[in-house]
């Protein structure tokens, strides 16, 4: 086979990898506007059951949807807190935990080669070639070569402090421009950088504020 034969069937293979993300991030994005207009449901003795059975589907739908990259999930959760009011707080909260996590998980156990390789089909070659670098080395090795190799002087603080990042960068409005919660989590467990215990410590407080601002103050804070 011609190298332009060859080069030619890689274009498509990453045109078409990239159209699967698009498809997934906007399906994502549509199914959870789509069931935040569903939870506007007025809750009476009447249809009590019918609630109580959309409120189960509405949460493992959010705990999916929050833990896929670029999709706000966490508008679903803060819906159905508007519509049920603090009784559904901490099932929110738990949900979110689990997602969260659950992105985590797979960003653990995705391999370095299968992450550098979709780095090399989107074009992006400085990711891959760091990905290639560090792959071989140990959690720490990897750790003192970012902190030492980062041109930027900024990178190294969060590096150090990474945990705090993690927080402020889940808590941050419009992070869905940089992934949303799912994706800074799965980005977080592909890294390799953070430990599970930890990890999940710090995302068990930093998605606390808001169903402890509920509980405290009622559902109205988030009109």
């Keep these: 086979m011609s190298p332009d034969v060859r080069n030619s069937g890689s274009r498509w293979q990453s045109l078409l990898k990239f159209f699967c993300l698009v498809l997934l991030i906007v399906g994502g994005n549509l199914a959870a506007d789509e069931l935040a207009h569903t ?18 589907t509405a949460a493992v739908t959010y705990t999916l949807l929050m833990a896929v990259p670029f999709v706000p999930g966490v508008e679903i959760g803060l819906a159905m807190i508007i519509v049920l009011g603090p009784a ?22 995705v391999p370095f080669s299968a992450l550098i ?8 070659n400085k990711a891959s070639q760091l990905f290639s670098t560090i792959a071989p080395m140990t959690g720490e090795d990897r750790l003192v070569f970012l902190i030492s190799s980062s041109p930027n002087r900024y990178v190294p603080f969060l ?13 941050l409005p419009g992070n869905v421009l940089i992934g949303g919660g799912g ?17 999940l410590l710090t995302i068990l407080l930093a998605v606390s504020p808001v169903p ?12």
């Design 39 to 56: 939870l506007q449901l007025e809750i009476r003795p009447a249809n009590e059951d019918l609630a109580h059975r959309m409120i189960m």
């Design 88 to 109: 559904i707080v901490f099932l929110v909260y738990l949900c979110t935990v689990v997602a969260l996590t659950m992105s985590f998980a797979i960003g653990r156990l």
């Design 183 to 199: 994706g800074i989590a799965l980005m977080a467990g592909a890294s390799r950088l953070y430990s599970l215990p930890w990890f």
């Design 212 to 223: 402890l601002a509920v509980l405290i103050f009622g559902k109205d804070i988030l009109r």
């Design 159 to 171: 590096l150090r402090h990474r945990y705090i990042a993690l927080a402020i960068l889940v808590n």
């Design 117 to 124: 390789k979709l780095f090399a089909d989107f074009r992006l």
